[in-house]
């Protein structure tokens, strides 16, 4: 079991950066971890995702070469750099944990409060 932190959202201008953190209570290494976002009246959509030790990383094609996911497992965090935000980036962004590392909202078992992020134009 695992207990999720986010924090490092906040209001930032198109072309600005933030990096998220989220924060994690519990057997952390056991554990792939996701980053996804969403809007209201939208589903949750995935970002990115590592595997347990970093050796794997997924990316939806929208953030490719812009958002950057990384785990420090002797910190028990996780972390999302978003470069080159665009106003389209504005939602409030939740970390995840699964057992292995996907692409699938369903496949991840525990979620944190989520940060907001927002970004203007």
């Known amino acids: 079991q695992v207990q999720l932190v986010e924090s490092g959202g906040g209001l930032v201008q198109a072309g600005g950066s933030l990096r998220l953190s989220c924060a994690a209570s519990?057997?952390?290494?056991?554990?792939?971890m996701g980053w996804f976002r969403q809007t209201p009246g939208k589903e949750r959509e995935f970002v990115a995702a590592v595997s347990k030790k970093s050796l794997t990383t997924y990316y939806a094609d929208s953030e490719k070469g812009r958002f950057t996911i990384s785990r420090d497992n002797a910190k028990n965090t996780v972390y999302l750099q978003m470069n080159s935000l665009k106003p389209e980036d504005t939602a409030v962004y939740y970390c995840?944990?699964?057992?292995?590392?996907?692409?699938?909202?369903?496949?991840?078992?525990?979620w944190g409060q989520g940060t907001q992020v927002t970004v203007s134009s």
């Open positions: 995840a944990a699964a057992s292995s590392a996907t692409i699938t909202t369903t496949d991840y078992d525990y």
């Open positions: 519990g057997t952390f290494g056991r554990f792939a």
